[in-house]
């Protein structure tokens, strides 16, 4: 993964926690975040659903990302330390994701089944 397409999806994440957290504080239920974000955005819930999973993150959808969201030009393909996660955790997740595309449909089943068995109560 190159280091802009794995800032841009980081730091995508980090807008849509920073929106949700700002909706939630002022009394918006949960439910419904993803929609408006994507409403903010100016695509469609399905569009969201894929960049969070990892579509590719194109120069004029990084601009309109940015936009929307009152960040500079650029803003998306830098790190930023206040993005809310540890170094090691953007690590992780570039390196689960590297893992996720070069898996295939058989890897990525077993890579669920994997992470559901990690989780709590299961």
Do not use: Y
């Amino acid at each position: 993964m190159s280091s802009i397409a794995g800032h841009r999806l980081l730091n995508a994440l980090t807008l849509f926690r920073l929106h949700a957290e700002a909706q939630m504080r002022a009394g918006i239920a949960p439910k419904g975040l993803e929609r408006s974000f994507a409403r903010l955005l100016q695509v469609s819930p399905s569009m969201w659903s894929q960049i969070k999973s990892s579509r590719p993150i194109g120069d004029r959808l990084a601009c309109r990302v940015e936009s929307a969201c009152r960040q500079p030009a650029g803003w998306l393909d830098k790190a930023h330390p206040d993005s809310g996660m540890t170094v090691s955790e953007q690590r992780f997740l570039a390196a689960a994701l590297q893992a996720w595309r070069a898996a295939g449909p058989d890897g990525r089943k077993r890579l669920k089944a994997t992470i559901r068995a990690l989780e709590p109560g299961a």
